[in-house]
């Protein structure tokens, strides 16, 4: 076989892997790569206007398709605007793989420049990384790369490739199969402990199905519904999990944690047994660790053997692909459950629901944040992908839009990143073209990656942004108000710039609505229009995300309600 560049390599190697689509931003370091890329068709390549909008969308992408999003950064700069990104899937477990330039091998360590530690600075917010020292050793580090950011639990990887190794030759034999020897996840799960489960389900009296972002990665979500149908036990779900059960589901308790239903967190509180099915006990669910699920055993099945256990006791572990072990444990349940059994326990949770449903106070003065969300899911359910920001405004939306399935949900739990929204949408839309792609943002986090409305104009990425307008950095006014005496510490944003000409000037349609009948007009006419749209919805100033646990504290004691 002839040789090939490094940078010949990489593009080939996106070939190999069947990437439709890179999103990136050159520079010095990995121009050799972007020269290839000028020369070949293989894969369409986004020029983004940020690093970190090129990271985020290649993760909205992962995260609509279930496929890896791929990004190309250049050193230095280019690297550190993508490290939040990075982060951010890694929190999340988004599988995607970032290649990053450096310098030439020997200015390494010399303080050349736009020389940065990538793969020191990397190592904490990624699944794996490497430093690519020779063009022979780069067609098997980039199998490799692909291969763990997909499998067992997934993440971000990322692979560092000085300039010269771009440009040196070397023969290009591209592994068709990956074995690492230390790395191999396991699948299946231990089929004792699986029987061992399903007695304890049998025999549970107050169970609860907590269920986790794992059942969206390892695509159980039907698996899952088949069992809650059968066994007839409630369940909550996690912000990463929203849309694995349809929102009218019956059994369907809401999201549980800080800003979890009255009747979630109850149930997780008053439980005998939780079904935790790939959660990772985050704080912002579990609330106090030592009040959390006092009075349940705990069935914790995960793909990742670290985080069983990490944080809570557990009784009956399993490792293993969440389908995998559902594919066995599903049946034997249905052999041995009665649903009957759990009819008390169902009703005392429907008392609590009645007591304290998710709810609001409409207004016709002014607009409502919940309502427009609500509003949105009316016309759109099923129909759209909603991404959001980080704020109260991605609260309402877990809250209030009526999710219809997996991953139709998109939006940074772990790590909490404003400015993920928008790019995040662009990703989504090239992944799903057919569905419209709505970002739901803050009018703080909108402007963290406005610049992509470029992006997303030039590369007909029709994304409609919904600006919940407060004029506040609301979440952290919402705490300001409960916790720190109203004292609005820099969270004003009455300084703001017209949204409607900026969407204008770079090429998009603006609006800026007021009224519920100015909302339906604004997203009709956005859809359909098909274009890049940003609607500015001005809406309550003081409204409080509710319920809230406040951070620290027990599940079972939250705020209802707020009276000034
Ligand atoms: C990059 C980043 N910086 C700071 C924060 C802290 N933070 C969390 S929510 C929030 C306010 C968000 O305001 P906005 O986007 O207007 O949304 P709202 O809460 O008003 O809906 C801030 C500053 C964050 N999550 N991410």
């Known amino acids: 076989m002839a040789k090939m ?43 983004t206007r940020h690093e970190q909008a090129a990271v985020h969308a290649a993760d909205g992408y992962a995260r609509a398709t279930g496929k890896v999003g791929v990004a190309f950064v250049t050193s230095g700069p280019g690297f550190t605007n993508a490290v939040t990104g990075l982060a951010t899937a890694y929190m999340d477990s988004i599988p995607m793989v970032v290649i990053s330039g450096q310098v030439p091998l020997s200015m390494i360590g010399t303080d050349a420049f736009q020389e940065i530690d990538a793969v020191g600075i990397s190592r904490p917010c990624t699944k794996h990384n490497f430093l690519v020292k020779s063009a022979e050793e780069l067609p098997e580090i980039l199998a490799e ?69 794992g059942i969206i990665h390892s695509n159980s979500a039907e698996l899952v519904r088949e069992l809650v149908d059968f066994t007839q036990i409630p369940a909550v779900e996690t912000l990463m999990a929203r849309g694995t059960l349809r929102y009218d589901d019956p059994m369907l308790l809401g999201m549980v944690g800080m800003h979890g239903t009255y009747a979630a967190n109850m149930a997780m509180s008053e ?60 049946p034997q349940a249905k052999a041995k459950v009665d649903p009957s059994r759990y009819e008390a326990w169902r009703e005392i949770l429907n008392r609590y629901n009645e007591l304290h ?53 998109i939006t940074s739990g772990g790590l909490g990143t404003m400015g993920f929204g928008f790019p995040a949408a662009m990703g989504v839309k090239r992944g799903v073209p057919d569905e419209i792609s709505i970002n739901i943002s803050g009018d703080g986090s909108i402007l963290m990656n406005i610049q992509e409305l470029m992006t997303a104009v030039e590369h007909r990425l029709p994304v409609i942004n919904i600006i919940l307008n407060n004029n506040y950095l609301g979440m952290v006014r919402q705490w300001q108000t409960f916790f720190y005496d109203k004292r609005y510490a820099e969270t004003d944003l009455s300084m703001q710039p017209d949204f409607v000409r900026l969407a204008e000037s770079f090429g998009g349609v603006g609006y800026r609505v007021k009224t519920k009948e100015e909302f339906d007009k604004a997203l009709d006419d956005a859809i359909s229009k098909g274009v890049v749209a940003l609607i500015d919805v001005v809406v309550d100033r003081y409204e409080n995300v509710l319920p809230m646990v406040p951070a620290g504290g027990s599940l079972y004691n939250m705020l209802l309600e707020y009276k000034d």
């Open 5 to 47: 560049t490094g940078a010949q390599m990489v593009v080939e190697a996106m070939r190999e892997e069947g990437v439709e689509v890179v999103f990136g931003y050159p520079g010095g370091a990995i121009m050799n790569v972007y020269d290839e890329i000028y020369k070949h068709k293989y894969f369409q390549h986004i020029l």
């Open 357 to 409: 449903p998710l709810t609001y106070e409409d207004s016709d003065e002014v607009l409502k944040p919940e309502w427009v969300i609500q509003r949105v899911g009316e016309k759109l359910k099923g129909k759209a992908r909603i991404s959001t920001d980080v704020g109260q405004h991605q609260m309402w939306t877990a809250q209030y839009y009526p999710f219809t399935r997996p991953r139709e949900f």
């Open 271 to 330: 439980a005998d047994l939780l079904i935790a099915l790939g959660p990772r006990f985050d704080d912002r669910v579990t609330g106090k660790l030592s009040e959390f699920a006092k009075y349940a055993k705990i069935i914790h099945v995960d793909i990742d053997p670290s985080s069983i256990g990490k944080l809570v006791h557990v009784d009956y572990p399993i490792v293993g692909d969440l389908k995998a072990v559902l594919e066995e444990l599903v």
């Open 145 to 213: 790369a692909f291969y763990i950011a997909r499998s067992g639990r997934p993440g971000p990887v990322h692979v560092d490739i000085p300039k010269d190794v771009t440009a040196q030759l070397a023969d290009f034999n591209y592994p068709k199969e990956v074995k690492l020897e230390t790395y191999k996840p396991t699948i299946k799960g231990n089929a004792r402990q699986i029987k061992k489960a399903v007695e304890a389900i049998a025999n549970a009296k107050k169970p609860v199905f907590y269920l986790g972002g």
